[in-house]
C-alpha cells in the first residue's frame, strides 16, 4: 500500500496532497501544472517535502516530523520518464543491467529473458538508443526499470513523447506489466489511456486532490 500526505511549496505553487492506494496501478491525473511530477519526484525521493509522510507497505520513506529522508537510491523505486533517458553510449544489453548493477542484485539471466520476451525486446540488445524508434526506446526503459526489481514502478507520461500509433503499440505491453504484479503510479493527462491502465485514480486539480476512486471519477 502506498500512504502519501504531504505539503511542499514551489515558488507561487502549492501542492497538498493525501491519499492511500492499494491499487495495482494509481492513475494520477491532473492538467498540465497540477503538481503530477511534482508528486511522484517526492514518492521518488528525488524532491523532499516540506511536511508530511510518505509510506510505501510498511516502511515510512519520508516523515518530517521525525527526519526521516530514505534516498532515492535506497527505495527501491523504478522511474520511467516521458522521454526513455537511456545512456547513449551503452547498448540495449548495458542499460538493461544497469538498475540491476546499481541495486547490486545477481545476474538472472532467466529473468532478463523473460522481461525481454515481455516486451519483444530481445532481437535488440546489441544496438545503442540511437538506433531504436521512440516505441523501442520506451520499451527499454520500462525493461530497465523492471530488471531492478523495483517496489513500486513510478511512470511520468510514459506514451507522451509518442505519435497515437507508437502509443496503441506500448499500450498492451503496459498492460502485461499491469498483470505482472508490480505496483505502479502512472501519470496521465490522458483520461482515454487511465481508462485503459488504472485500477484506481487519484486526481489532481492546482496541487490539491479533488477526487479518488475507481476509472469511473474520470467521467
Ligand atoms: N522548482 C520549482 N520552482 C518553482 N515552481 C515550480 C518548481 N517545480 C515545479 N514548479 C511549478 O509547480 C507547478 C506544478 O508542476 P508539475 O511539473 O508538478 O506539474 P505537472 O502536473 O506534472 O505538469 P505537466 O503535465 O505539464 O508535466 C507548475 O506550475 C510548475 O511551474
Do not use: C, W
Request: proline fraction near 4%; aromatic fraction near 4%; avoid cysteine.
Amino acid at each position: 500500500m502506498l500512504r502519501v500526505d504531504v505539503t511542499k511549496q514551489l515558488g507561487e505553487f502549492s501542492l497538498e496532497a493525501k491519499f492511500e492506494s492499494q491499487g495495482r496501478v494509481t492513475g494520477l491525473f491532473g492538467a498540465s501544472g497540477a503538481g503530477k511530477t511534482s508528486l511522484i519526484n517526492m514518492i521518488a525521493g528525488l524532491l523532499r517535502p516540506d511536511r508530511g509522510i510518505i509510506a510505501l507497505d510498511d516502511e515510512t520513506l519520508d516523515d518530517t516530523s521525525n527526519g526521516v529522508h530514505v534516498p532515492p537510491h535506497r527505495r527501491r523505486i523504478g522511474y520511467v520518464f516521458q522521454d526513455a533517458r537511456l545512456f547513449p553510449h551503452f547498448n540495449v544489453r548495458q542499460n538493461l543491467d544497469y538498475g540491476r548493477r546499481m541495486n547490486r542484485l545477481a545476474e538472472d539471466s532467466a529473468q532478463r529473458a523473460r522481461i525481454t520476451d515481455l516486451l519483444d525486446i530481445a532481437h535488440l540488445l546489441d544496438r545503442r538508443p540511437g538506433q531504436l524508434s521512440g516505441g523501442e526506446r520506451q520499451r527499454v526503459a520500462l525493461g530497465r526499470a523492471l530488471l531492478s526489481r523495483p517496489r513500486l514502478l513510478l511512470m511520468d507520461e510514459p506514451l507522451g513523447s509518442l505519435d497515437e500509433s507508437r502509443k496503441e503499440e506500448i499500450l498492451p505491453y503496459l498492460v502485461r506489466l499491469r498483470d505482472e504484479g508490480i505496483p505502479m503510479v502512472y501519470v496521465s493527462h490522458d483520461a482515454a489511456e487511465l481508462r485503459q491502465l488504472a485500477t484506481q485514480i487519484v486526481m489532481l486539480k492546482r496541487g490539491r486532490v479533488t477526487a479518488l476512486g475507481g476509472v469511473k471519477v474520470l467521467t
